[in-house]
């Protein structure tokens, strides 16, 4: 479709946001929202788009069409009414989250802004919001987690403090907007937060919801893995330890998820001693258990791959729950990615019978090949209804080249309690993207809109219907004179995989 056509639904404002971010190389270990830090600070944010629909594409949607760079998504449905989906996104070039919602399965999406505290009192700073992922519980209300950024002018970093909106429309508003956490910049940040909530209708804890992230600092008495309770709707929230408090406290990308009698469980990233760690609480997220191991891994806390010029690869878990009433109810799933011995990066997962005490070994959940392949930013879960397995992740596979640049995004799924997993892979996204060098087609040398595909994406299963969702670089060559007037850039596409 003309260009013009398809940007002729986006206000004159939406048009000023088109500007590429200078190229900036990520270091080790900075969390996602550094480069939207560095960004921001030193341009300011662009103008807001408003409202905006979306755009399908084939069987693939354009769900954010939005001029300006999007990345790290993440979508969940509501268990009562299945096709209504929402979604959320990181902006790059401006400060709030972007929240996306659909009533029809995902065919049409709408696009809005989601809430931003006011700057900290008496200061002359601004923040932003990162990290995105979203919840309903079975009232229908949807919640949305993600970290608030407080930065000031040439100061540097004053603040993180966790957020939580909620929505009662479906992710057409958020009214309410729950604070709690706040840490300073000389103490320790919050990062990589996930959200969820117990939709089983058999659980103590019902609608109870949580949201686990890392509070990052090398102390036992600070940082560590926290998770944050409510069990009223959203409007506050009391927080736990998690991670062993004899320890470092180096752990990233924490994942809550629920058992169905209400156990509640939580995986992460342990760098420190480079393993995927767990634990467990039985009474709502009061007290927990002993710290467990699920695996060890060979990557620590990220790798550099072909596919991601400006960004390394972050190692974190991906678990879900068989709440089904199948043979396989009651067991947890965890996936992770890690180093091959060949040399390549990809996706494997274990599985527990026994509520977390004991793990299988990892295995592979992808295709394997003679040819070398990198797998990265999986996500998973487990079909409430028929306890199927799904995951979806960027793969390598199309890239004829050699160079490993190409990505697309590629559905894996077990119907035997993750004994196996049918191959091939289905292929969802229908256009390879290419975050190294615009396709080819201008003279940059690459792409960098301050944060590539972020640290994950998403998928959400429900009834033998999957929604992944994923950051899509393919319209960036969309660009009428070259790389630097681009407007859509790096777009959040999803697609229905039945």
Known sequence: MNILLRTAALSAACLLCAVLAPAQNNVQRNPTWWAKYQYLSQNGASAGCGATKSLTVGSN??????????????????????????AGSNEIFRLPMRGFFSSDGGSNWGGVDVPLPPPLQG???TRFGSDP?????????????FIVVYFGNGS???????????????????????????????NHFNDKPIITADTNASSPFRDNVYIAWDAASGGSSSGGIRLARSSDNG??????????????????????????????????????????????????????DAQRTIAPKTVAFDIGIPAELYRRALVYPACDADRSTGPHRGRLYCSWMDLTPAGVTDIFLSYSDDRGATWSAPRPVTDEFTQLVDRFNQWLSADPVTGDVNLSFYDTRNDTTGSRYMTDTYFSQSTDGGASFRSPNVRVSSVSSNEHDCGGLFPCPGINYGNQQGDYEGIVSYGSVSHPVWTDSRRQLEATSGCRTNLFMEEVFTATVK
């Open 156 to 186: 540097g970093v004053n603040g993180t403090q966790m957020a939580v909106a909620r929505s009662t429309d479906g992710g057409m508003t958020y009214p309410l907007l729950s604070l709690f956490e706040f840490q300073s910049g000389s």
């Open 61 to 86: 949607v354009d769900v954010s069409n939005e001029c300006g760079p999007q990345s790290e998504t993440y979508i969940t449905l509501n268990p009562a009414k299945p096709k209504s989906l929402a």
């Open 133 to 145: 992922s979203l919840a309903y519980d079975t009232r229908g209300n949807l919640f949305y987690g």
């Open 235 to 288: 409007l506050t929230f009391s927080t736990t330890r998690v991670d062993n408090p004899s320890g470092p406290g180096q752990g990233i990308g924490a994942v809550p998820f629920v058992g169905p009698g209400g156990e509640l469980y939580v995986a992460w990233n342990d760098y420190q001693n480079n393993l995927i760690a767990f634990n467990r609480s039985f009474d709502g997220g009061v007290t927990w």
């Open 123 to 125: 200061t002359n700073d």
